[in-house]
């Protein structure tokens, strides 16, 4: 995508062919800067930290700090300590492990001299192949949205095409092109005239500072709401499709995603508007049916509820970045990151293969054996 002017992803190989540069997005929207990944500490803290967020984008993430732990260290025991460090940094997205697993496959077998040049090879072959499977998944969602559009009443055919978001699940959340807005920017550049309702998505705003800073960029007619008003648009008529991204999907259909998902998707169930979640094959979790019994939920720090960041909008430090307390001295906060969509609730999933059933069957039908 384009940040004036210039194509980035949100991840790379430094040109030094040791490092990996990335987005730092607990800058964002204010401040636009870049870090260089030097080690596998550096690496996990990155994610653990949220400078790199978004499932699919962890997972790459961590299939380069595999790499960079095996520049420094190709010994087995090197191998599984980093395996381990990163795969704890964020228990709740299945991408990560899954691109572990990978670049750890590929890897075992070698002789250690080959290991780190492998798992650099492995871990741009993933990130090549989400950048694929992201615009698939946008080829897929765009048709889905013109055919709602055309299905409006004549009255509305001059609206625009309103759509709900909740979290951040763009460019920014993948290497490029984005889940759940990949039919968005898909839409708005085949001259769809489409306008997005941003979640701001408390605790950490992602929707307000992500969400908006990407479609600003693109040019996408977005509005930013308080969380707790979608459900008033779609009781007008305000939103004609709600599309999220997912963290997990359990074989059966249920989606884990940024919490308060779930309640869009019974306002939703209760407006009969559809509800779409947009995922690669990576974000399916084979292994586990139900969701809400089985799916490990992060609880982050509290601090995230509690305080704020902001940049300062006037007086001797303004545009300064700062962090806000919100609450009263003493008030606790508690904050699971994630909640789990029942597959009832979800009309359909866009992949990369097309759009199937929040069912089994329905994920078998694209994926067989896979």
Not at 110 to 138: F, H, S
Not at 203 to 229: C, F, K, M
Request: one cysteine or more; hydrophobic letters at 40%.
């Amino acid at each position: 995508m384009n940040i004036d002017g210039k194509a980035w992803r949100t991840i790379w190989l430094e040109p030094d062919g040791r490092s990996v540069g990335v987005i730092d997005q607990t800058r964002l929207p204010h401040q636009f800067t870049t870090r260089t990944l030097r080690s596998c500490e550096e690496a996990a803290d990155a994610i653990r930290t949220m400078v790199v967020r978004g499932a699919p984008l962890i997972g790459v993430t961590g299939a380069y700090g595999l790499m960079l732990a095996l520049q420094a260290d190709p010994s087995d025991g090197s191998l599984a300590a980093a395996f381990e460090q990163l795969n704890a940094t964020r228990p709740t997205a299945i991408n990560l492990r899954w691109a572990l697993e990978r670049v750890r496959t590929k890897v075992q077998p070698l002789p250690p001299a080959e290991r780190a040049e492998a798992a650099k090879a492995e871990a741009a072959a993933i990130a090549d192949e989400d950048v694929a499977m992201c615009e698939a998944i946008g080829e897929h969602g765009l048709t889905i949205f013109q055919q709602l559009a055309a299905a409006r009443p004549a009255q509305r055919q001059q609206e625009p095409f309103q759509v709900l978001t909740h979290c951040n699940a763009g460019w920014l959340a993948t290497v490029d092109w984005g889940t759940a807005l990949a039919p968005i920017y898909k839409a708005h550049r085949a001259g769809l005239n489409i306008h997005v309702w941003v979640d701001e998505t408390r605790p950490r705003n992602q929707g307000a500072s992500l969400t908006a800073y990407e479609l600003g960029r693109e040019g996408v007619p977005h509005t930013v709401i308080v969380d707790n008003a979608g459900g008033h648009l779609m009781q007008h008529g305000q939103v004609d499709a709600v599309i999220v991204g997912t963290d997990r999907t359990t074989r059966s259909g249920d989606v884990c995603n940024k919490i308060g998902t779930y309640l869009k998707a019974l306002a939703a169930h209760d407006n009969g508007v559809p509800f779409y979640v947009a995922l690669p094959a990576s974000t399916i979790d084979w292994t586990i049916a139900d969701g809400v019994a089985e799916i490990p939920i992060e609880a982050r720090a509290a601090a995230e509820v509690t305080h704020i960041q902001g940049r300062i909008a006037s007086g001797p430090a303004a545009g300064e970045i700062a962090n806000v307390q919100l609450t009263p001295d003493g008030s606790d906060g508690f904050n699971p990151a994630f909640d789990v969509t029942p597959a009832r609730l979800v009309t359909a999933l866009i992949t990369e293969r097309g759009v199937a059933a929040a069912s089994e069957q329905g994920l078998q039908g694209l994926y067989g054996n896979d």
